[in-house]
C-alpha cells in the first residue's frame, strides 16, 4: 500500500515563500514519477508541477520560474519550493504518484497566500 504525507503549508504573505515536501512509503519510490496537484475551492483539481524518476520536470504555466519541484531519492521525500507566492496560490496542494495504473494520494496540505 503505497502511502504519501506532505507538509509545509500555511498562511503567507504575497510575495513570500513555502516549501512543501512530500513523504512516500509502501513502493520503492526511486522508480515512480511524482507530482505536486492543488485544488481551490469550487474549482477542479489541477496539475502544478512533476517530477520523473530521472528528475525530469514539468510545470504548470502558472508556475513556471516560481515553483521548484524536487526529489530526494535516499529519504523518499518530493518537494515544491514555492516563491514569489501569489493569492491566486491559494489552495490544498496534493502528493500524487501513480503505481501499476492506480493512483495515489496525500491527505494535502492546505497554503493561504494572503496579506
Known amino acids: 500500500q503505497v502511502q504519501l504525507v506532505e507538509s509545509g503549508g500555511g498562511l503567507v504573505q504575497p510575495g513570500g515563500s513555502l516549501r512543501l515536501s512530500c513523504q512516500a512509503s509502501?513502493?520503492?519510490?526511486?522508480?515512480?514519477?511524482m507530482g505536486w496537484y492543488r485544488q481551490a475551492p469550487g474549482k477542479q483539481r489541477e496539475l502544478v508541477a512533476t517530477?520523473?524518476?530521472?528528475?525530469?520536470?514539468n510545470y504548470a504555466d502558472s508556475v513556471k520560474g516560481r515553483f521548484t519541484i524536487s526529489r530526494n531519492n535516499a529519504f523518499d521525500m518530493v518537494y515544491l519550493q514555492m516563491n514569489t507566492l501569489k493569492p491566486e496560490d491559494t489552495a490544498v496542494y496534493y502528493c500524487?504518484?501513480?503505481?501499476?495504473?492506480?493512483?495515489?494520494w496525500g491527505q494535502g496540505t492546505q497554503v493561504t497566500v494572503s496579506s
Open positions: 517530477i520523473t524518476r530521472a528528475s525530469s520536470t
Open positions: 500524487n504518484t501513480r503505481v501499476d495504473g492506480n493512483d495515489y
Open positions: 509502501g513502493t520503492i519510490f526511486i522508480i515512480y514519477n
